[in-house]
């Protein structure tokens, strides 16, 4: 009997680790580009036609709680689920804001987060949570960091920044202000992203981290309640199109030394609040397959917590600072978005079905117990 047990241990072991162990992980790359797509979709990124390896994936994009959105840029950045805190995406160019020095008695950097005090006092949660514990170690390891974009409202919402920030509240190079913005009144709050402008600086960029906010679909779900849907869905189609040619150009320059990481950090107000956190991955640059991470083990699946130890990963870096993710590998895998579609079709059924199977799993328990008594 014990035999068998342990037989069956060993067979468990082997059969995930051969799900996690023999995938591909791609050799450590010069530069990084993390690309955030607030609410991306399937329909978003699917056939985009790029001469490069595409993986693709599910994301878990659930958080340590608080403010909904700022917990998932934040969570991004600290590689473990954080607590979201009032004015997280309030960061500033260094001409922008003189408060930065007053808060910290830290010298100024070229992008600063002048509150990130109470971001990091916020993390009231069991486990150890480090707000820009990415860029930490990404500088610790002799390595620059940058942001581009913004996704400006009437207020900063800077989600670039907030990912690309060290735990001290700086980046030391970028543009988040308002220079990356055309003006444009048939666009969400009369602006829109100057994609021609981001791209340059991608390409110009020598950071090894280089963090990207396309910036028109968070405006967009913003302004959504002002809107009806047929506008909304021609103004999100008109943004998926100028998106999709702007990640078209950058994939087919990116060359051997450089990959392009595509994320939704939050899968959007809508989906939000039907309690679906899947959002879609895509991986460009190396391999073809399915995401997989040690975190889940599972192909086509990682988790908010696995991009900050990926990212260190595919730059050689040491992960320095603390971190609950783990690194997200490549397993090979033909028909990739069907797969990845149909995984996530199968946890939602799940994730909807859960609550009347356990209700009728209680009452069961709860007849059993009056019976045996």
């Given at each position: ?128 949570v480090i707000p820009g514990a990415l860029a930490s170690a990404i500088t ?234």
């Amino acid at each position: 009997m014990r035999a068998a047990i342990l037989l069956t241990v060993v067979l468990m072991v082997v059969g995930v680790s051969s799900v996690y162990g023999k995938t591909l992980l791609p050799p450590p790359v010069s530069q990084v580009v993390l690309v955030l797509w607030h609410g991306m979709e399937w329909v978003d990124i699917e056939d985009l036609p790029i001469n490069t390896g595409q993986a693709i994936g599910l994301m878990n994009t659930r958080t340590g709680g608080g403010l909904g959105v700022e917990a998932a840029y934040l969570s991004i950045s600290a590689g473990a689920r954080a607590v979201g805190t009032a004015g997280a995406g309030s960061l500033f160019m260094d001409y922008e804001s003189h408060q930065f020095t007053l808060h910290t008695g830290l010298p100024s950097s070229s992008i600063v987060q002048p509150f990130i005090s109470q971001l990091l006092g916020g993390q009231n949660v069991s486990y150890t949570v480090i707000p820009g514990a990415l860029a930490s170690a990404i500088t610790k390891g002799g390595k620059g960091v940058s942001a581009y974009g913004n996704s400006d409202i009437e207020e900063p919402r800077r989600w670039a920044g907030v990912v690309a920030m060290d735990r001290s509240g700086r980046i030391w190079s970028g543009d988040v202000g308002r220079n990356v913005l055309l003006e444009d009144e048939d666009y969400p709050y009369g602006v829109k992203t100057n994609y021609d402008l981001l791209t340059a600086n991608i390409l110009a960029s020598d950071s090894h981290l280089v963090v990207v906010d396309l910036g028109d679909p968070y405006r967009l779900g913003e302004y959504a309640p002002n809107l009806l849907p047929e506008q909304a869905d021609l103004l999100r189609s008109r943004m998926r199109k100028e998106a999709r040619l702007f990640l078209t150009n950058l994939g087919n320059q990116i060359g051997e030394e450089r990959v392009v990481l595509v994320i939704a950090p939050y899968p959007g107000a809508e989906r939000g609040q039907q309690g679906q956190w899947l959002t879609p991955v895509l991986f460009l640059g190396r391999d073809s397959g399915l995401t997989v991470s040690g975190t889940t083990r599972w192909p086509g699946l990682i988790t908010n917590m696995d991009i900050a130890p990926m990212i260190l990963e595919l730059l050689g870096v040491e992960q320095s600072e603390t971190m609950i993710g783990r690194s997200v590998r490549i397993k090979p895998a033909q028909h990739g978005f069907e797969k990845v579609q149909h995984l996530e079709e199968r946890l939602l059924a799940t994730a909807r079905h859960r609550g009347w199977v356990l209700r009728v799993l209680v009452a069961v328990q709860i007849l059993l117990y009056i019976g045996a008594l």
